[in-house]
């Protein structure tokens, strides 16, 4: 059974410029959740998707956003990326339809903005 | 809101040895989940254990055991013959058990080291 899969594993850009992630999840799981980890303010979540809709939020500005496709596949957008959001994104997935499922993470996508 | 807390920034211990890693956590809520990952160099976190805090007894996995303290709101992650492979960060996390969410909340993360 495949694993959670993050494309691309590394992307550098430039100030102001968008960025785009991709999380393909396990097959049948429904649920996508996003973390943000960097040295200084750790793993921190983003936004977590479950059946196409954005069912909880995490404390960051509206530069980032996301979306589920029907296939359960995963995006994230980063909008006029600055300096700070250099980091490491994870991505994991569950089946998100019972309280105790555990989540399976991807190998994150590393960004860097110059 | 909930928080958890690593105080142990970096560990080390002996390979064959025994090691605890430490972890707090503050919440107002009765029902949750307590987990322990693990983040070799790879980057890939791989659950390690998992906790339910309805649950009075510790959980274990092979070398690996908690010891779950409700009340004093603390689930330290105890590590038996201690392997080279057991070199990573661990990151203790949190979830609520209320409302329909698999958000994680994590700690800093305890970087151990595994010496030969």
């Known amino acids: 059974k495949a694993g959670v899969t993050q494309t691309p594993r590394y992307l550098i850009k430039t100030r102001g410029q968008q960025v785009t992630l991709s999380c393909s999840p396990i097959s049948g799981h429904r649920s996508v959740s996003w973390y943000q980890q960097t040295p200084g303010q750790g793993l921190q979540f983003l936004f977590e998707y479950f059946s196409e809709t954005q069912r909880n939020k995490g404390n960051f500005p509206g530069r980032f956003s996301g979306r589920q496709f029907s296939n359960s596949r995963s995006e994230m957008n980063v909008s006029t990326l600055e300096l700070g959001d250099s980091a490491l994104y994870l991505c994991?997935?569950?089946?998100?339809?019972?309280?105790?499922?555990?989540?399976?993470f991807g190998q994150g996508t590393r960004l860097t903005v110059v | 809101a909930q928080t958890v807390t690593q105080s142990q920034p970096e560990m080390s211990v002996q390979e064959a040895e025994t090691v605890t890693l430490s972890c707090t956590y503050d919440?107002?809520?009765?029902?949750?989940?307590l987990f322990w990952y693990k983040q070799p160099p790879s980057r890939q976190m791989i659950l390690v254990i998992r906790q339910e805090a309805y649950k009075q007894q510790n959980a274990t996995e092979n070398r690996f055991s908690v010891n779950f303290q409700k009340a004093a709101k603390s689930f330290s992650l105890k590590i038996s013959d201690s392997q080279l492979g057991d070199a990573a960060m661990y990151f203790c996390?949190?979830?609520?058990?209320?409302?329909?969410?698999?958000?994680?909340?994590f700690g800093q993360g305890t970087t151990l080291q595994v010496k030969p």
């Open positions: 919440t107002s809520e009765s029902d949750y989940y």
């Open positions: 996390a949190y979830r609520s058990a209320e409302g329909n969410t698999g958000k994680l909340i």
């Open positions: 994991a997935s569950s089946y998100g339809t019972a309280m105790n499922t555990e989540a399976f």
